[in-house]
T-cell receptor, first 112, second 118 residues
């Protein structure tokens, strides 16, 4: 059974700071990794995908992947109060499909 | 393109009843996955359909079932409802024909159906 682990938080950062969110996964064969953002009362929204070791940047977001350590992270630079949400890490259930296994999420709170 | 739509948005049912939820994927997407979200367990994978066939299944009892139609629309059914089935049920679609393989794993969620079992 694949597992994805995240610290539940809350992670509190001041406006303008860098927020660092971490995720570990159990299946060494996992190839595809995703970060979703979920605002309270809303459905998850895809914000980043990463498939290769290293960093992938998109605006204020940077995803980092280290397959040897089975570790994925998300950095949010210049954090804004609007970034306050739950961030979900996900890996593909198996490469034969697109279903995802999710961590339980880290709640981020950005204070102004 | 229009996003994933789910109907109904809210449902209240009684223990022992059954319920059917519907999901229309993003136009062109061929894969539909269903998830259950509860405060205690988080987002849990139920099943995935592709081209009218169940491609993957999560660890849920047989009371949970689904199907996909030729137009990629999907339904899930829960029979003999239990109080613990109260949850947000989310559907997500992915996999547009012709796109790069890596892109086909990127899932987009609908707004969900909030099911309350009393």
């Amino acid at each position: 059974q694949k597992e994805v682990e995240q610290n539940s938080g809350p992670l509190s950062v001041p406006e303008g700071a860098i927020a660092s969110l971490n995720c570990t996964y159990s299946d060494r064969g996992s190839q595809s990794f995703f970060w979703y953002r979920q605002y309270s009362g809303k459905s998850p929204e895809l914000i980043m995908s990463i498939y290769s070791n290293g960093d992938k940047e998109d605006g204020r977001f940077t995803a980092q992947l280290n397959k040897a350590s089975q570790y994925v992270s998300l950095l949010i630079r210049d954090s804004q109060p609007s970034d306050s949400a739950t961030y979900l890490c996900a890996v593909v259930f198996n490469q034969a499909g697109t279903a995802l296994i999710f961590g339980k999420g880290t709640t981020l709170s950005v204070s102004s | 393109k229009a996003g994933v739509t789910q109907t109904p948005r809210y449902l209240i049912k009684t223990r022992g009843q059954q319920v059917t939820l519907s999901c229309s994927p993003i136009s062109g997407h061929r894969s539909v996955s269903w998830y259950q979200q509860t405060p205690g367990q988080g987002l849990q994978f139920l099943f995935e359909y592709f081209s009218e066939t169940q491609r993957n299944k999560g660890n849920f009892p047989g009371r949970f079932s689904g199907r996909q139609f030729s137009n990629s629309r999907s339904e899930m059914n829960v029979s003999t409802l239990e109080l613990g089935d109260s949850a947000l049920y989310l559907c997500a679609s992915a996999g547009e024909a012709g796109e790069p393989t890596f892109r086909s794993y990127e899932q987009y969620f609908g707004p969900g159906t909030r099911l309350t079992v009393t």
